[in-house]
């Protein structure tokens, strides 16, 4: 998996981000990058990935919550570093790793993981 430096994205506006969304399927949250975009569903993961900045191939992957195997969060001491988190899922050995630009935050994400993994 690759590490993305994210911004959040109101759930309103991911399906700018991917065109794989089902019609009426809510999105509970969402974080951007420039080469990629991550939407949390009421029933999937979707990961948007794009090759290079200019690069016209996009892969999407979706994950149902059921392949969530852990995820873990880091923050920095005092709130001096960026928050980051990272998510296994599948049989991939690398995780997901969001890492939240200046303004975003994982508080959100991180009690719905633990919902959806309860």
């Known amino acids: 998996m690759r590490i993305l430096d994210v911004d959040h994205v109101a759930p309103r506006d991911a399906p700018l981000h991917s065109g794989h969304l089902l019609p009426g399927e809510p999105v509970l949250a969402a974080f951007a990058s420039p080469t990629g975009a991550i939407l949390f569903t009421e029933r999937r993961i979707l990961i948007v990935q794009r090759e290079h900045l200019l690069e016209e191939k996009v892969e999407t992957s979706s994950f149902p919550y059921r392949e969530v195997r852990h995820f873990s969060i880091q923050e920095g001491a005092s709130g001096s570093g960026r928050t980051a988190i990272r998510i296994w ?30």
């Open 89 to 118: 899922l599948g049989a991939d050995p690398q995780p997901l790793h969001l890492r939240a630009n200046a303004g975003t935050g994982f508080a959100e994400l991180q009690l719905l993981l633990a919902d959806k993994l309860a």
